[in-house]
């Protein structure tokens, strides 16, 4: 077909996609492969439209969420421009300072800067180069790497000799120790461990890119972005995060979660889910590579969501469990693509509404009463900057959530109590942050704000912590009885923040 023909068919994008790789249509088998092979074309002409001439960020996050990106031709050109290879292959890291004021839902993403699909041929270069010296770099878990390949490729390789087999192991040993080695170096500001799980996500990528190296191009980038958290020196980040499990389900359905968390299951059966990608207990590459579409295209703390609303699709057989062990067994090898569940996109599409009701920091925010603060991970706070086409993580933890949590409230108020002028009934409340944030720059406004309180009892909400300029200017928003409260950094010392 031609170009001009793809973008006819574009203004028909915004159908329900119906290529899921489980589609549980009951309609002949003859019809659904003729309206999947024309579903499958039509997308296939709208990436193309979103990838040439020019790189249309948003609109290709958008597709790859929405219909996936149907075959390795598609994957192999856009998975580097969704995790932001495209635009810079050196990881994006931020300051704990840096502003964290709303999450940024993938779907609000309409940025469409120029960005060529053949950029950083040079960098590129460099890195195959370096690619030998860095799978012989010794590192503490060279072994477990070798016993994890060892067990790995079985279900992808089905027909395969065990000679082709065997061949494909060892390339998937090199992406690995080569992903460890490049950031081994001292001059890199970065620390890479490998876990036990890493393996299921480079095989993917492997199988569906049939590249070594562009395996472990890709996978270098994911191990200090959406995998941060997993290859810090223990799991203990992954841990952490994945209490957010509760408060998430919480959300969408109280019910089960009460009545999962009244018989004392910890989170950990959601570990695989994080960690792999659901990559560990999906058997069909197809499926897998369409979940890599959806979890590249988006937040990284999407393969929560999609947990969560699999939990939801189980609903029913998890109220039936009475034993703590039963459930655990029930979750923590969950089949994304079985019998209990509705087809992958009807899941996915699931996900990404529960995202936009509730996004990350929404999330962390809503957990501060019921967890414990979170000192180790990173990935809830996850940014893309469209300005870089990348994404970015704080460095470490921002210390504005340490701050409020509920313990450290009354510690506010008493310093709040010194300070008669911070209830200044003159101020009035921004109808949002940016508001909030673009008054801090006038000098008119600034000493009001920081006496000023936003009342608002029934929805408290962590607003800000900003850096200017490298001078670190740091407010500390704080929900206390009487709503919102902002004191200047200096006063953060007397409860904590610093």
């Given at each position: 077909?031609?170009?001009?023909?793809?973008r006819?068919?574009?203004?028909k994008?915004?159908?329900?996609?119906k290529?899921s790789p489980?589609n549980?249509?009951?309609?002949?088998?003859?019809e659904?492969?003729?309206?999947r092979?024309?579903?499958d074309?039509?997308?296939?002409?709208?990436?193309?439209?979103a990838i040439?001439?020019?790189?249309?960020?948003?609109?290709l996050r958008?597709?790859?969420?929405e219909?996936g990106?149907?075959?390795?031709?598609?994957?192999?050109?856009?998975?580097p421009l969704?995790?932001?290879s495209g635009a810079?292959s050196?990881p994006q890291h931020?300051?704990?300072?840096?502003?964290?004021?709303?999450?940024?839902?993938f779907?609000s993403s309409?940025?469409?800067?120029?960005i060529?699909?053949d950029?950083?041929e040079?960098?590129?270069e460099?890195q195959?180069?370096?690619?030998?010296?860095w799978?012989?770099?010794?590192?503490?878990?060279r072994?477990?790497?070798?016993?994890?390949?060892?067990r790995?490729l079985?279900s992808f390789?089905?027909?395969?000799?065990?000679?082709?087999?065997s061949?494909?192991r060892?390339?998937l040993?090199?992406v690995?120790?080569?992903?460890?080695?490049r950031?081994?170096?001292?001059?890199?500001g970065v620390q890479?461990h490998?876990?036990?799980g890493?393996?299921d996500?480079?095989?993917?990528?492997?199988?569906?890119?049939?590249?070594?190296?562009?395996a472990?191009?890709l996978l270098s980038q994911l191990?200090?972005?959406?995998?941060?958290?997993?290859?810090k020196?223990?799991l203990?980040?992954?841990l952490?995060?994945?209490?957010?499990?509760w408060p998430?389900?919480?959300?969408?359905?109280?019910?089960?979660?009460?009545h999962?968390?009244r018989?004392?299951?910890?989170?950990?059966?959601?570990?695989?889910?994080?960690?792999?990608w659901?990559a560990?207990?999906?058997?069909a590459?197809?499926?897998?590579?369409?979940?890599?579409?959806?979890?590249?295209?988006s937040?990284?703390?999407?393969?929560?969501?999609?947990?969560?609303?699999?939990m939801?699709?189980?609903?029913?057989p998890l109220?039936a469990?009475m034993?703590?062990?039963?459930a655990?067994?029930l979750l923590s090898?969950?089949?994304i693509?079985?019998?209990?569940?509705?087809?992958?996109?009807?899941?996915?599409?699931s996900a990404?509404r529960?995202?936009?009701?509730?996004?990350p920091?929404?999330l962390?925010?809503?957990?501060?009463?019921?967890?414990?603060?979170m000192?180790?991970?990173?990935?809830?706070?996850?940014?893309?900057?469209?300005?870089?086409q990348?994404w970015q993580?704080?460095?470490t933890?921002?210390?504005?959530?340490?701050?409020v949590?509920?313990?450290q409230?009354?510690?506010?108020?008493?310093?709040?109590?010194?300070?008669?002028?911070?209830q200044a009934p003159?101020w009035?409340?921004?109808?949002?942050?940016?508001?909030l944030?673009?008054k801090?720059?006038?000098?008119?406004t600034?000493?009001s704000?920081r006496?000023?309180?936003?009342?608002?009892?029934k929805?408290p909400r962590?607003?800000?912590?900003?850096?200017?300029?490298?001078?670190?200017?740091?407010y500390v928003?704080?929900?206390?009885?009487?709503?919102?409260?902002m004191?200047?950094?200096g006063?953060?010392?007397?409860f904590?923040?610093?």
């Amino acid at each position: 077909m031609s170009r001009k023909g793809c973008r006819r068919r574009k203004k028909k994008s915004s159908a329900s996609p119906k290529n899921s790789p489980n589609n549980k249509s009951k309609s002949p088998s003859g019809e659904d492969d003729k309206e999947r092979f024309r579903d499958d074309h039509e997308t296939v002409c709208l990436i193309e439209d979103a990838i040439q001439p020019t790189v249309d960020i948003g609109n290709l996050r958008r597709l790859a969420v929405e219909r996936g990106l149907v075959n390795r031709r598609l994957r192999k050109r856009c998975w580097p421009l969704l995790l932001g290879s495209g635009a810079d292959s050196t990881p994006q890291h931020s300051t704990c300072e840096r502003e964290y004021t709303l999450s940024r839902e993938f779907s609000s993403s309409k940025s469409s800067s120029a960005i060529s699909p053949d950029s950083k041929e040079e960098e590129t270069e460099v890195q195959v180069d370096k690619y030998e010296e860095w799978h012989q770099v010794d590192h503490r878990d060279r072994h477990v790497v070798e016993v994890d390949v060892e067990r790995s490729l079985w279900s992808f390789t089905e027909g395969m000799s065990d000679e082709r087999r065997s061949e494909l192991r060892q390339e998937l040993s090199r992406v690995l120790n080569a992903t460890v080695g490049r950031y081994a170096g001292f001059d890199t500001g970065v620390q890479v461990h490998y876990y036990q799980g890493l393996h299921d996500v480079a095989s993917v990528l492997m199988m569906e890119l049939g590249s070594e190296i562009g395996a472990f191009q890709l996978l270098s980038q994911l191990v200090v972005l959406h995998l941060r958290d997993c290859t810090k020196p223990s799991l203990e980040p992954v841990l952490e995060l994945l209490q957010l499990v509760w408060p998430l389900l919480s959300f969408q359905d109280s019910g089960l979660s009460l009545h999962l968390q009244r018989m004392g299951l910890p989170a950990y059966f959601s570990l695989s889910w994080f960690i792999t990608w659901f990559a560990h207990d999906v058997k069909a590459l197809k499926v897998a590579s369409r979940l890599f579409d959806f979890f590249l295209a988006s937040h990284p703390l999407m393969p929560l969501y999609l947990g969560v609303s699999a939990m939801q699709a189980m609903r029913q057989p998890l109220l039936a469990c009475m034993e703590m062990h039963e459930a655990h067994a029930l979750l923590s090898h969950i089949d994304i693509t079985g019998d209990l569940m509705p087809p992958l996109e009807e899941l996915m599409s699931s996900a990404v509404r529960l995202m936009q009701h509730l996004s990350p920091l929404g999330l962390v925010e809503r957990s501060l009463n019921t967890l414990p603060p979170m000192t180790l991970c990173v990935v809830p706070w996850a940014t893309w900057i469209d300005e870089t086409q990348c994404w970015q993580l704080p460095s470490t933890t921002p210390r504005v959530i340490r701050a409020v949590h509920q313990h450290q409230h009354q510690g506010l108020q008493r310093l709040l109590s010194r300070f008669p002028g911070w209830q200044a009934p003159g101020w009035q409340a921004p109808d949002n942050e940016s508001a909030l944030l673009s008054k801090e720059e006038g000098d008119d406004t600034s000493s009001s704000l920081r006496r000023g309180v936003y009342h608002n009892r029934k929805r408290p909400r962590v607003l800000m912590a900003l850096s200017k300029g490298g001078m670190v200017s740091m407010y500390v928003v704080a929900a206390v009885i009487a709503g919102y409260a902002m004191v200047k950094g200096g006063f953060g010392k007397e409860f904590g923040v610093y």
